[in-house]
């Protein structure tokens, strides 16, 4: 069966310090991968999507970053965070051929102080 | 750009009262799907609809599709304490691969 792994699952980071999330998909080939953001008591927000290795795609201009150095495997990074940043990070998958639905990751709680 | 909202933005009811939330879409649909996000959990996939004025139920929950494929609605019969979350509704983004465009989300409340 497809599962997906996010870690780490809390975060609490100063502002102006490097962020890197690592999202891993098993169980499945070529899958789409995405990147969501939640702000407290919030709707979701789509920050990045993939279809394939190195093929990345922006949504939002922001402090943010990704990268899908292999098929599976999608990270979320910053360089310098700043409070803003602050959220609740999903990553979900669905399969290319157009998804019934979208599996979504346990989640990072990220707290930027 | 595509819109989707939901209301209410949240739900106050008792133990055993009946509970409906609301989708529209500013653009038609191919499908629109929900989720169910628990306090401190992840959104879940609850079920899909695709044809125009299509119902769907699962146990207490009845999902439905407008016959113009622009709205939905999700109807929990008597609540119960584990029907407490946020609910989301989501339409697909441009030709799908580019992921769902979600509502802000109805948060359940539910006072015993």
């Known amino acids: 069966s497809q599962t997906i792994h996010q870690w780490p699952a809390t975060l609490v980071q100063p502002v102006g310090s490097p962020l890197s999330l690592e999202c891993t998909v098993e169980?499945?080939?070529?899958?789409?991968l995405y990147w969501y953001r939640q702000a407290a008591g919030r709707g979701l927000q789509l920050l990045f999507y993939?279809?394939?290795?190195?093929?990345i795609s922006s949504e939002v201009p922001q402090n943010l970053s990704a990268s899908r150095p292999q098929d599976r495997q999608f990270i979320l990074s910053s360089k310098k965070l700043l409070l803003s940043d602050s959220g609740f990070y999903l990553c979900a998958w669905s399969v290319r051929t157009p998804g019934p639905s979208m599996a979504f990751g346990s989640g990072t709680r990220l707290t930027v102080v | 750009g595509q819109q989707v909202m939901q209301i209410p933005q949240y739900q106050h009811v008792q133990e055993g009262e009946d509970f409906t939330t609301y989708c529209n879409s500013s653009?038609?649909?191919?499908?629109i799907q929900w989720y169910k996000q628990r306090p401190g959990g992840h959104p879940v996939f609850l079920i899909q609809?695709?044809?125009?004025?299509e119902v769907k139920k699962q146990k207490r929950l009845t999902f439905q599709f407008g016959e113009a494929k622009k709205n939905s609605s999700l109807h929990i019969t008597a609540t119960q304490t584990t029907d407490v979350g946020t609910y989301f509704c989501a339409g697909p983004r441009r030709g799908g691969a580019d992921g769902l465009t979600f509502g802000k989300g109805t948060h359940l409340i539910i006072q015993p």
């Open positions: 653009t038609t649909l191919s499908n």
């Open positions: 609809l695709v044809k125009s004025g």
């Open positions: 993939s279809i394939g290795i190195d093929q």
């Open positions: 169980g499945t080939s070529n899958p789409n």
